[in-house]
């Protein structure tokens, strides 16, 4: 059966097997697989991927228990006074020597990925415009996002929950988005008539905010222009409110 490489599973580096030409084999098919998404301006969710799986070859790095802990470990049998497995623990400097290697074979060009992506997302967000239109609402945390490419404009209804993320940098996930409509931007329609026309025909938010997101460039809407647009509207309400 054919090895999938679209994806890095996140015990990668201790299973199916651990053979170094494999785990070289598999990081480096994934990685170019990343770097093609990155030339086609797709930047997710492959730069958190890449992210995700650094944390973990650094923590593996940093901490060997945690990594002997990990390994398969032989049955040895039960434990009566609790039930439990007791196992064997692999301390075979072999397979630590191949972990060891696959670990800086690793990092390096991981790092030097997630480089490429963190540049590439600064580039396209240098290529995006965003302001609010018309008056904001007290409470600007939900209403609508007016994604613009060309005369195109998709209408998102967005709504940011007091919930949020663990990690900092990914807070503006709880943005949660559901598509409306779509408009050709002209003399008769301006986005403050979209904005009307969205008041009039949606009474569940009689005083929205909404903000318009224009990009120069052309960029896959859900890998890259929607996630970007959270961002700015998260940082947005955030800094506006103090929060």
């Excluded at 990690?167 to 408009?183: G, K, M």
Aim: aromatic content about 8%.
């Amino acid at each position: 059966m054919a090895m999938r490489t679209d994806r890095l599973p996140k015990d990668w580096i201790l299973a199916p097997a651990i053979d170094l030409e494999l785990k070289q084999y598999l990081l480096l098919a994934y990685l170019q697989r990343v770097e093609g998404r990155f030339s086609d301006r797709k930047l997710y969710p492959e730069l958190h991927e890449v992210q995700a799986h650094l944390d973990d070859l650094q923590e593996l790095h940093d901490v060997r228990e945690s990594l002997l802990d990990s390994l398969p470990r032989t049955l040895l049998g039960i434990d009566l006074r609790d039930g439990t497995l007791v196992r064997e623990r692999t301390e075979d400097p072999e397979v630590i020597g191949v972990i060891t290697e696959v670990i800086g074979f690793a990092l390096p060009r991981m790092q030097e990925t997630l480089t490429v992506g963190e540049q590439l997302r600064h580039e396209l967000a240098q290529c995006i415009h965003f302001a609010p239109v018309g008056l904001l609402p007290l409470d600007a945390r939900e209403g609508y996002l007016l994604l613009r490419n060309g005369r195109e404009a998709l209408v998102y209804a967005y709504a940011m929950p007091i919930y949020r993320e663990v990690a900092p940098e990914r807070f503006y996930r709880s943005v949660v988005t559901q598509y409306v409509s779509s408009f050709s931007i002209g003399l008769a329609t301006s986005y403050e008539r979209i904005k009307m026309d969205l008041v009039r025909r949606r009474s569940e938010l009689p005083n929205p905010a909404m903000f318009s997101v224009e990009a120069d460039l052309e960029l896959p809407r859900m890998e890259t222009f929607m996630p970007l647009a959270k961002q700015l509207v998260y940082r947005y309400i955030t800094s506006e409110s103090g929060h």
